[in-house]
């Protein structure tokens, strides 16, 4: 129960850029709304596609709408220059905003065609322009409606908030996510009940709002609209009230590993005095994207990612050319930097049980290509659609009888439980010992090398403080001693917290 | 052109109008109008000026026409050919808002604003123009249409449906307008509000010297409050008469078969009471 309320207590940031971006995002949205549906209300046809349209964006699941924004505003640059982010705060600010409009639209075209007729007849007759009519009439008599709409739309808005963490957007969503990520109940807890206690509070208010509105009681509305204008007072001083610092946002992709390396430099940076941030959960394309446009500054990412994801190759050269090539390739297409190694590979591999490997007698993955038709193949999220995979596939002629996404901790459970029979497991992760696991041998060499490099933004290649403070962790965290600390995040009993991790990391490579 | 003015009211006469057009007694002049809903002829293409201070009532069955006739005098229909005068100008000229805010208008659904209370539904009008009636002015109002002064704070849901619809008179009467239009003002109230309300509304124009126009399908509340009947069907008007003339037997088939109802109405009660009393 401790862990817990401690867990909810350091939630401070992210609760008020939660409240934050909730709030802008169901502002823009009623600024949009409300003129489109008096508009709509004065024409059928345009109410009919405005409705339309705003259903439509419901149907797409939260999710892919944040993560749509991503290409948006990037082809949107060529329009409005280098400067346009393209992740954090602005894309989910549009995605949450067009999710928002549907509820108030939907309640404000309805409240006009609802208004009764004869009223509207004596509105005209006393001889009001429309502009008197909407002000001193049709606005009034919504308004209860409409704020019942906005009332919807904020409870949908502060729960889909959370999920704006995955592009890299500071939100309740981040002790969510990381949880998720590393089996840490207590923090997914603390996550959701915080943003489940925000959206009860905001609906309260609205509802003391809606109420004062219908029943005209002009205290009650004013006493309810000056409660939430108080809470975004608050988060708006807790946000930016500290005075703005020179802020580096580190980056990490959504496994335990890039939580714990995110942590160990930012726990260096900071004892340099650097105000640091986290921007948890990214995913591997967008990670990489954030860091060479500049909306994330640090990165920790794998040579062999790089190698086939980003610059599309398909061959696999010797370690040292991929490196360099990397280097090069980061400078000349965006101008970022790779600092250097962190000293350790964490490859993709196949795993299966010891177990099964020793009754099946399996070394390699070509052994596996024999039995892989009545087998089961489990990967993360990303591993069927990536180039290595299909690299490693057509090398080998592997065809499972199933392929299978799980999220990087609920794979090994499936090795496990025997829901999977082969893993695309990462060589740095400490489950593989623990449960016993065989990494196949590659005799073809289809798996690239996966050196973990740092990557530093273009906007602070040139950084002189901030490199010097960087390089002590260059080289300095062996294999062995990552498989550790990933294991002491990972494991089911006994977790450390990636920031506790990260320290016990950095004593035992001695930093 | 030296006409005599009669009537304190400016009327210009521009090129192309005959002088029986802008007659100085005429306030409202239709000429040549027509309606047409798709289809549908509403209104089928007629002249006919009112004179300024008379009670004119619109009567006819449900379709004929009368409402559409009338709303064409401030603005809430337009004509699809034709023209309607109103003070000597063209009321397709005017910008509606401003036209209406001089002409008061009370009609069957009464149209209180929920969200207003007495005192703000009466004084709408002049609020639209930017001023503000006094409470002495909206007392006046309320004693116009014989309500309780104290009324003014009260909600328009706090109040009866012919008390409601005294305050939808008084609130067409705030802005001293010069026309009053009614569309089946009284259709909703019970029969003893509807006579006493019905009453009050002519002496009320008598005191004004208003120039009104209701439209009503009652051919007996026509005869008792208008000095002048008109009788719609199909979209025409097919008499013109005084209730004088009405009940003299005038008028045509049609405007005789809605004098008939009232009047056999009458004759039945009086047969009634006569029998009665010989018991």
């Known amino acids: 129960m401790n862990g817990f309320w401690n867990a909810l207590m350091g939630l401070g940031p992210q609760l008020s850029a939660h409240v934050l971006l909730s709030a802008s995002a169901i502002a823009l949205g009623i600024l949009v709304a409300l003129p489109l549906a008096v508009w709509a209300s004065r024409s059928p046809p345009v109410a009919r596609v405005t409705l339309g349209f705003a259903s439509l964006v419901q149907t797409i699941p939260a999710l892919a709408l944040l993560a749509l924004f991503f290409p948006i505003l990037l082809s949107l640059r060529a329009v409005f220059g280098e400067g346009l982010p393209t992740l954090g705060f602005l894309p989910a600010l549009l995605a949450l905003a067009l999710y928002a409009l549907l509820p108030i639209l939907r309640n404000a075209v309805t409240a006009q065609a609802n208004l009764d007729p004869g009223v509207l007849e004596a509105a005209d007759g006393v001889g009001m322009t429309k502009w008197q009519k909407l002000k001193l009439i049709e606005a009034p008599l919504s308004a209860p409606f409409i704020m019942a709409g906005i009332r919807t739309a904020s409870v949908w808005t502060i729960g889909a908030a959370t999920l704006a963490t995955t592009i890299g957007q500071p939100s309740l969503g981040d002790p969510i996510f990381a949880g998720l990520q590393t089996q840490n109940w207590v923090l997914v807890l603390a996550g959701c009940f915080a943003s489940a206690g925000l959206a009860l509070i905001t609906d309260a208010l609205l509802g003391l709002i809606e109420r004062g509105m219908a029943s005209r009681k002009r205290g009650l509305a004013i006493g309810g609209m000056a409660a939430v204008a108080l809470g975004i007072a608050a988060a708006l001083f807790a946000q930016f009230g500290g005075g703005e610092r020179d802020r580096i946002l580190i980056g990490a992709k959504g496994f335990s590993e890039q939580y714990v390396l995110a942590r160990l430099i930012g726990q260096r940076l900071k004892a340099k005095g650097y105000a640091v941030e986290y921007r948890d959960g990214l995913g591997s394309a967008v990670a990489h994207s954030a860091v060479s446009s500049g909306d994330i500054d640090l990165l920790v990412d794998y040579t062999g990612t790089i190698w086939a994801n980003q610059m599309k190759r398909s061959d696999n050269p010797a370690r040292e050319q991929m490196y360099a090539e990397i280097s090069e390739w980061e400078q000349q297409t965006s101008g970022t930097k790779v600092l250097g190694r962190m000293g350790f590979e964490n490859a993709y591999g196949l795993a299966v049980r010891r177990d099964v490997a020793d009754a099946r007698n399996l070394n390699s993955i070509a052994d596996l290509a024999n039995i892989a038709p009545q087998l089961t193949i489990g990967g993360d999220p990303e591993f069927f659609e990536r180039p290595e995979w299909i690299a490693v596939r057509d090398a080998y002629g592997l065809r499972f009888g199933q392929n299978r996404n799980f999220a990087p901790t609920f794979m090994y459970n499936a090795l496990r439980s025997g829901e999977a029979d082969a893993i695309s497991a990462y060589t740095s992760d400490g489950r593989i010992a623990a449960d016993n696991l065989v990494v196949l041998d590659d005799p073809a060499g289809a798996f690239p090398n996966y050196d973990a490099i740092l990557l530093v933004s273009p906007d602070r290649a040139e950084d002189a403080a901030l490199l010097s403070a960087l390089t002590p962790v260059i080289d300095t965290i062996d294999v062995d001693a990552m498989r550790e600390a990933n294991y002491a995040v990972d494991r089911d009993t006994d977790k450390l917290t990636p920031d506790e991790a990260a320290r016990m990391l950095a004593t035992r490579v001695g930093l | ?279």
């Open chain 2, 1 to 279: 052109m030296a006409l005599p003015l009669a009537f304190p009211r400016v009327v210009s006469i521009k090129r192309g109008e005959t002088i029986s057009d802008t007659l100085p007694d005429s306030v409202i002049h239709f000429r040549a109008v027509t309606r047409h809903f798709d289809d549908v002829i509403a209104v089928g293409g007629f002249s006919l000026s009112v004179a300024a201070g008379s009670f004119v009532a619109l009567v006819g069955a449900s379709g004929s026409g009368k409402s559409t006739l009338m709303k064409m005098v401030n603005g809430l229909e337009q004509p699809t050919t034709g023209q309607v005068m109103f003070a000597g100008e063209d009321v397709s000229t005017q910008p509606p808002a401003k036209l209406r805010r001089r002409i008061g208008y009370v009609f069957q659904s009464i149209g209180l604003f929920p969200h207003m209370n007495v005192a703000e539904n009466i004084g709408i009008g002049p609020r639209l123009s930017g001023q503000r009636l006094s409470d002495g002015r909206v007392r006046e109002l309320l004693e116009l249409v014989e309500l309780d002064a104290d009324m003014a704070s009260r909600m328009p849901d706090e109040l009866s449906g012919g008390q409601r619809q005294r305050v939808g008179v008084a609130r067409a009467l705030a802005n001293y307008p010069e026309l009053l239009l009614m569309d089946e003002p009284f259709g909703a109230l019970d029969p003893i509000t509807r006579d006493a309300l019905g009453g009050r509304v002519r002496e009320l124009h008598d005191k004004f010297g208003l120039t009104t126009i209701m439209v009503t399908h009652d051919m007996a509340e026509a005869l008792l409050l208008a000095d002048r009947v008109l009788v719609m069907d199909a979209g025409l008007i097919v008499a013109d008469e005084t209730p004088a003339a009405l009940l003299a037997g005038k008028g045509g088939e049609i405007a005789q078969g809605l004098v008939a109802v009232p009047r056999a109405q009458a004759d039945k009660l009086a047969r009634m009471e006569r029998e009665g009393s010989r018991s």
